[in-house]
């Protein structure tokens, strides 16, 4: 068989893309950023998880038209492409790879940590090389080898979360934290500005990482135009749900955001605190998982994307193109994500951590964008109830996720930039400085909708 003509293998169910998203979303990230957003936010950590949440269901809802439209691998590069132009679409493609190409990296970092803390005398690099390894191999076997791993992880780490709830809620009611259950200072304090839920949720937002990396997977998906829109919104509310209810119970159980030893370990001190030494373990545990259920399907999606842009000869289409032929899956990207996991072992999860959410929010901004530029301008869709669909709810979303961006940190807008400049620069070069095309997929041009 040809190399031309292998393909992705089409087996993904709605339940096994949901799973997926939830996975890389990783619900646990909840317990892990807790301490730093109950800072920033002065308690009120359910709110800025409330705003962030209310932003990623406006950018579902245009992830989910524009995967209609546009059912291939690519994600938000194939969408900006096709709907407002192949030049835009290569600086979104560049943008979106300051996200997936460095968050695998900072999910094994921040896996490894945990693991030198409570076991010290490995050095973390050990434990960095571990996670690269074990993930790597799962994903070079293939699609269906991912699908399942999740599912089994994908439970413990579940189980762990619901134990955590329900440990908290009797503490509680034993009156530990607020004493009772039906407290609104997690929601709302008078003496709290709104500007500090605002930088709560632009963090917070980090969490939600995962409901977009599905569209990678639309040519592994079967009938996408139906199965992911479903599955994008449902990991949104699903995840969002979570983290929600999640923070607004641990809040009842410690209200005081100052009283934390540690902020980046906070929810292990409260685990310590509901459950002794036996949950704290179990605790640590769920959290490991978490991290290497989240590594795996962040590589995947990482995987997929440099796939698409290969294809499209954006980037050299014999490396980056490559499908291999019993697998079906894109070996050579799996691997340079996994090479580029090791820059961990140099860097520390601030510094790692800093540019992420620039390209998420970004990313965001554009696909609301594009739901505009193709059902609204392209498309004429301007009757009736299309106003609202195409036109009022995708730019709702992307003010939303512009006034997220603007409240990222100084390092990440600085970092975030620098990046951007980088990838315009090589899209000068590609395109003789815009005297030719930018490259596309063979057989397609930026004007075909499916």
């Known amino acids: 068989m040809s190399t031309q003509n292998i393909s992705l293998n089409r087996t993904l169910t709605l339940s096994a893309v949901v799973l997926f998203g939830l996975a890389y979303m990783t619900p646990m990230i909840v317990f892990g950023t807790f301490g730093v957003l109950a800072e920033t936010t002065n308690g009120l950590v359910p709110t800025a998880y409330i705003v962030g949440l209310s932003a990623m269901l406006f950018t579902a809802y245009s992830y989910g038209r524009m995967v209609k439209a ?164 449902l990991i949104t509310l699903i995840g969002g749900a979570i983290f929600v209810g999640s923070s607004f119970i641990i809040q009842l159980v410690q209200p005081n955001y100052e009283a934390f030893i540690n902020a980046d370990s906070a929810a292990l001190e409260i685990a310590q605190q509901i459950g002794g030494n036996l949950f704290s373990a179990i605790f640590l545990a769920g959290l490991i998982i978490a991290q290497f259920t989240s590594g795996l399907s962040a590589q995947t999606s990482a995987a997929r994307l440099i796939y698409a842009m290969g294809r499209d000869s954006v980037l050299p289409k014999k490396l980056f193109g490559f499908i291999h032929p019993k697998s079906r899956t894109p070996v050579i990207n799996i691997m340079i994500i996994g090479i580029i996991g090791f820059l961990a072992i140099f860097l520390d999860i601030t510094t790692s951590t800093s540019f992420i959410n620039f390209g998420a929010f970004i990313t965001f901004i554009f696909v609301n964008l594009s739901v505009i530029f193709h059902y609204y301008i392209k498309e004429k869709k301007r009757q009736g109830k299309d106003v609202l669909l195409y036109l009022i709810l995708p730019l709702i979303g992307a003010c939303l996720d512009m006034a997220l961006f603007v409240n990222l940190d100084k390092n990440a807008l600085i970092l975030g930039s620098v990046w951007v400049a980088l990838g315009f620069c090589y899209l000068l070069y590609i395109t003789k400085a815009f005297s030719k095309a930018t490259p596309q997929m063979e057989g397609q041009n930026d004007n075909i909708a499916v």
């Not at 945990?114 to 960095?128: E, G």
Request: with cysteine; net charge neutral; glycine share 8%.
């Open 70 to 233: 546009f059912p291939a691998s690519g994600s938000a590069y194939t969408y900006t492409r096709k709907a407002i132009g192949s030049r835009i679409g290569f600086m979104i493609g560049w943008t979106i790879l300051l996200d997936y190409l460095f968050l695998p990296m900072v999910i094994w970092l921040i896996g490894a940590v945990y693991l030198n803390s409570a076991f010290p005398a490995v050095p973390i690099w050990t434990w960095i090389l571990i996670f690269i390894a074990i993930t790597t191999a799962i994903n070079l076997i293939g699609i269906n080898s991912t699908k399942n791993v999740n599912y089994i992880l994908m439970l413990f780490q579940i189980l762990v979360i619901g134990i955590f709830i329900v440990l908290s809620i009797v503490n509680v009611l034993h009156g530990m934290g607020t004493g009772t259950l039906l407290s609104f200072a997690p929601f709302y304090q008078a003496d709290v500005p709104f500007s500090l839920v605002i930088a709560g949720a632009a963090i917070a937002c980090y969490s939600f990482l995962g409901f977009d990396a599905v569209s990678t997977l639309s040519e592994e998906t079967v009938e996408p135009e139906k199965t992911l829109p479903r599955a994008i919104f």
